[in-house]
């Protein structure tokens, strides 16, 4: 599809996601002659920096962050001749009259005919402040031209404050030109569960409570949280990764099918899928990172701009069951942890044993298991039983593993390298619809309250573990346990 011109005006950009992941993916984007002839970026930040500084951080971010490799700086010059700086305090109105006319220049320049995209990589304190601005100063019109806001997690810090923020938005910019990001529904493989769900015989008729024994969400890390404290100390693990990461995944997961592929019918059945969900006290368990001091790990509330008193929780593991035909009675685990043994992204699809197998001696018939990995591997691992070789009648569990990424040279898209691509088009598909916010936080809301009335002390854990014990209690009170489907080989072809 031929892309239209526009200028990307990014708010925050000396910031951390600026310069981890938006720069490089344009780079990216740039190199695979994805991006139209004709666009231009101009990032806005309050920093005083001169053009000069303003490309070196720019190189920096795509040596240190870039899947590709950096060109040399002389062939990289007509990338680079692109980007400019504009300096803004984002409460300054005036400063906002004078970024019109800048954005004016370029678009002759660029001749990026008007259509503009404003990625707010910003607090959320800002994005109001922001896109009033850009309304009251007649840039969020789409007068022969268009205007598209990007805006980042997250989207408010509970229900009624997001639907605050998204009234004040909405007065600004009309609902189809809001791109709410979640960063996971541009991973490769969370667009291929509906293509693995809806694309294949062998899949759907078992996608229910009558196959299904349970599913489990890991998105576990092992960093800690990286000079991030002031945003961590207000959202914690629960806001951070599960009210948006963690709850997508689920809705792909489990939602009905949608009557087309469109944006909207999607979007629908995310939605009745996110206000079917059901907790219970008792079925979330949280927990802090503590210091290791023999590997010099800091404890989380040793962490910049924590507090030594800090509850809050950078480990949430919980179960949830939804409330419809299809899912009576299937638990929904979700565990996510900062400073875990390992780095990992997967769904585990559990389905349910066979009552015992007649003529085989029957050792205990290992579950068949679907297991969806997003990262660091990308594919899809499947495990079922089969006899073992040789005279005597065993059956063992066996598995085939489909990678994706495995394969030498094969390097996915970044998730934002996507995520820029369809906002370019104004494919809003990969994008959270208010509805969608709105449904996660009445769920995550239910927590916090819960959490309210049990305020004890978070409980620690050590560093390389998996969390507190609670949070294997929680599967072993149930007869289950995490699990996790090591990559055995990787092909090299
Ligand atoms: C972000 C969270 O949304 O996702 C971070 O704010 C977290 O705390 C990150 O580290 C994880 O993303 P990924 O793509 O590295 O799994």
Not at 172 to 184: A, L
Not at 252 to 264: G, K, N, Q, V
Not at 340 to 364: A, C, H, N, R
Not at 369 to 385: A, K, T
């Amino acid at each position: 599809m031929n892309l239209q011109p526009f200028t990307l005006a990014i708010f925050g950009a000396t910031g951390d996601l600026t310069r981890r992941k938006l720069y490089p993916a344009l780079y990216n984007l740039w190199r695979e002659n994805q991006l139209p002839k004709d666009f231009s970026v101009v990032s806005i930040g309050r920093r005083d920096i001169s053009r000069e500084e303003h490309h070196d951080a720019i190189i920096r971010s795509m040596e240190r962050f870039s899947r590709k490799q950096l060109h040399t700086r002389h062939e990289l010059k007509d990338f680079l001749d692109r980007f400019s700086y504009f300096r803004l305090e984002f409460h300054n109105s005036k400063g906002y009259g004078e970024l019109k006319s800048y954005l004016s220049e370029v678009d002759q320049t660029w001749h990026t005919q008007g259509n503009k995209i404003y990625f707010l990589a910003v607090a959320p304190e800002f994005f109001p402040i922001i896109s009033d601005e850009l309304h009251d100063h007649g840039m969020a019109e789409n007068i022969g031209s268009w205007q598209r806001l990007v805006v980042e997690k997250p989207f408010g810090q509970d229900l009624q404050s997001a639907i605050a923020l998204n009234n004040d938005v909405r007065k600004t910019f009309p609902e189809e030109n809001i791109y709410r990001i979640d960063h996971y529904l541009g991973k490769e493989m969370a667009q291929n569960i509906m293509v693995l769900r809806f694309a294949n015989t062998l899949f759907e008729p078992l996608w229910n409570n009558r196959y299904i024994d349970h599913i489990q969400i890991n998105l576990t890390e092992t960093i800690g949280v990286e000079g991030r404290g002031l945003y961590y100390e207000k959202s914690g693990a629960l806001h951070d990764m599960v009210q948006n990461h963690a709850l997508q995944l689920l809705s792909l997961i489990a939602m009905e099918p949608p009557i087309a592929l469109d944006t909207e019918s999607v979007r629908d059945e995310k939605i009745k899928m996110l206000r079917s969900l059901k907790i219970k006290p008792g079925d979330v368990v949280r927990g802090q990172y503590d210091c290791d001091e023999k590997a010099n790990i800091l404890g989380y509330r040793e962490e910049e701009n924590v507090s030594p008193q800090s509850n809050t929780e950078t480990f949430v593991a919980l179960k949830t069951t939804i409330d419809n035909f299809r899912w009576a009675g299937v638990p929904f685990y979700i565990r996510t942890g900062k400073r875990m043994p390992q780095k990992y992204s997967e769904i585990v699809v559990t389905f349910k044993k066979l009552p015992g197998v007649l003529y085989f001696e029957k050792e205990d018939l290992g579950s068949n298991v679907l297991v969806i990995r997003l990262q660091p591997d990308e594919g899809v691992y499947l495990q079922f039983n089969a006899k073992r070789p040789g005279t005597n009648n065993f059956i063992q569990p066996v598995s085939m593993d489909f990678c994706q990424n495995c394969h030498n040279g094969f390097n996915s898209p970044e998730a934002y390298e996507r995520l820029l691509l369809d906002v370019m088009r104004g494919d809003p598909t990969l994008f959270t619809r208010w509805d969608e916010v709105e449904y996660s936080w009445r769920f995550v809301d239910q927590i916090e309250n819960m959490w309210k009335e049990d305020r004890g002390p978070t409980p620690l854990y050590a560093p390389n573990t998996w969390g507190p014990q609670k949070a294997i209690d929680l599967m072993q009170r149930d007869g289950r346990d995490w699990l996790r489907f090591q990559r055995k080989e990787v092909y090299i072809i």
